[in-house]
């Protein structure tokens, strides 16, 4: 059983900065890919962010320059740093993760999720 923790959201101003953590924990064989999505009141998840096992990176372009996604694959922890907050940024944010078990099967987590608001 492999699980995904999410921490870090919170209240912030605009122009504020937060960091998300994401840590897989359980029987982890690897970690392939990890990436975070936002998910607005009323909207799709949107995928916000991604990184491979060898640290390649996407991003939407709305986040492009402000957040910055990033593993410890020691840790088995995926982070998003949040810099210049905007409140359309204000969200829901999940995170997602491929990894193989014990068993080798790979299979596609989700978070619980984490409230980033960000208002005056």
């Known amino acids: 059983q492999v699980q995904l923790v999410e921490s870090g959201g919170g209240l912030v101003q605009p122009g504020g900065s937060l960091r998300l953590s994401c840590a897989a924990s359980?029987?982890?064989?690897?970690?392939?890919?990890m990436a975070w999505y936002q998910q607005a009141p009323g909207k799709q998840r949107e995928l916000v962010a991604t990184?491979?096992?060898?640290?390649?990176?996407t991003y939407t372009d709305s986040v492009k320059g402000r957040f910055t996604i990033s593993r410890d694959n020691a840790k088995n922890t995926v982070y998003l740093q949040m810099d210049s907050l905007k409140p359309e940024d204000t969200a829901v944010y999940y995170c997602?993760?491929?990894?193989?078990?014990?068993?080798?099967?790979?299979?596609?987590?989700w978070g619980q999720g984490t409230q980033v608001t960000v208002s005056s």
């Open positions: 359980g029987s982890i064989f690897n970690v392939y890919y």
């Open positions: 990184i491979t096992s060898g640290g390649a990176t």
């Open positions: 997602n993760a491929v990894i193989s078990g014990q068993n080798h099967t790979p299979y596609n987590y």
